[in-house]
């Protein structure tokens, strides 16, 4: 069974840097797709950046475009989110999503918060 559990969140004022951490307990080998999304208090989750299994590629949100680093170890079964130039919309509970390239069952994190104000 997989599990993902995220870390890195906190609480950072606006202009400030995050790398938020995303441990694959079982075979990520079998991702089709490793992504990050949040949800903000009030809105519908979103995505904001998705890396392909083989990581060859990934995808962004508008809103995640040159900020935003997707990026994963396999060997240590970890992936991470790298933020620069936090903003206060950024504001979020951000979760780790692994879908299985062949039931296409979708796994999640419990989320990290990231909080940014001044």
């Known amino acids: 069974q997989l599990q993902l559990v995220e870390s890195g969140g906190g609480f950072v004022q606006p202009g400030e840097s995050l790398q938020l951490s995303c441990a694959i307990s079982?075979?990520?080998?079998?991702?089709?797709?490793i992504g990050w999304f949040r949800q903000a208090p009030g809105k519908e989750r979103e995505g904001v950046a998705c890396?392909?299994?083989?990581?060859?590629?990934?995808t962004y949100a508008d809103s995640a475009k040159g900020r935003f680093t997707i990026s994963r170890d396999s060997a240590r079964n970890m992936a991470f989110l790298q933020i620069i130039s936090l903003k206060p919309e950024d504001t979020a509970v951000y979760y780790c999503?692994?879908?299985?390239?062949?039931?296409?069952?979708?796994?999640w994190g419990q989320g990290t918060q990231v909080t940014v104000s001044s």
């Open positions: 890396m392909s299994g083989s990581g060859a590629s990934s």
């Open positions: 079982g075979d990520s080998s079998v991702a089709r797709a």
């Open positions: 999503n692994l879908r299985h390239y062949i039931s296409d069952a979708d796994y």
